[in-house]
């Protein structure tokens, strides 16, 4: 079965640089969630998106902005990095209303910021 | 407001051994999901249930149970005949439920959990 992909799997960046992050749903869903994963930390949701709508915000910096597609792809934007945005950033993605499925996750970009 | 509490940092069995990792959660809403993730070394996050506040029925799935009880608001997860390949940082999450659809999800700080030959 199709899952959530994300690309890239690893980005090392510098301070101060610039990151975009993609993430590809499973076909049909129409909801894409990100969350950040801080080394030895739970995920902490970012931002999510229903039908190419923000849906709702979490501990999302203001130096990153999202946005999702007509394709329902979403990408997250990440400028000004900084040494503690290095972490595991997940996509998931799932389908809202009735018969709605549970959040399935991609396998997450590995940030590294130097 | 919502919050989930995995009180147990991390636990080490022994191969074949019976373990139950805890899950009580807090909130106001009073339709609500459950969740337990599965996060192996490799990183990924591999979904294992869910489970809807309106359904208090335990599910057993293999070597895999869930224990649900609203009365004292947690979750247990119990792996039946652990094995070397259970060993990873298991997650239990909470969302408010609207409509039949998830909100975001909210997760307590993980059970790491080493399983040893």
């Known amino acids: 079965a199709a899952g959530v992909i994300q690309s890239p799997r690893h980005l090392i960046k510098e301070k101060r640089e610039t990151a975009t992050l993609k993430c590809y749903p499973i076909p049909r869903h129409d909801t894409v969630y990100w969350y950040q994963q801080g080394p030895g930390q739970d995920p902490q949701f970012l931002i999510s998106?229903?039908?190419?709508?923000?849906?709702d915000k979490g501990s999302i910096p203001d130096r990153f902005s999202a946005q999702q597609f007509s394709d329902y792809h979403s990408e997250l934007n990440m400028s000004s990095l900084e040494l503690g945005d290095s972490a595991l950033y997940f996509c998931?993605?799932?389908?809202?209303?009735?018969?709605?499925?549970?959040?399935?996750f991609g396998n997450g970009t590995r940030l590294t910021v130097t | 407001a919502q919050k989930v509490t995995q009180a147990q940092t991390e636990i080490s069995v022994v191969e074949k051994e019976d373990v139950t990792l805890d899950c009580v959660y807090e909130t106001r809403d009073t339709t609500y999901y459950l969740f337990w993730y599965k996060q192996p070394p490799s990183g990924e996050l591999v979904f294992l249930i869910r489970r809807n506040s309106f359904d208090e029925q335990n599910e057993i799935s293999g070597r895999y149970s869930w224990n649900f009880q609203k009365s004292t608001s947690s979750f247990n997860f119990t792996i039946t005949a652990s094995q070397v390949v259970d060993s990873a940082v298991y997650f239990c999450?909470?969302?408010?439920?609207?409509?039949?659809?998830?909100?975001?999800?909210?997760f307590g700080k993980g059970t790491k959990l080493s399983v040893k030959p």
């Open positions: 998931a993605s799932s389908i809202q209303g009735a018969g709605d499925s549970p959040l399935h």
């Open positions: 999450a909470l969302s408010a439920e609207y409509g039949g659809s998830q909100g975001n999800l909210i």
């Open positions: 998106f229903y039908e190419k709508m923000q849906s």
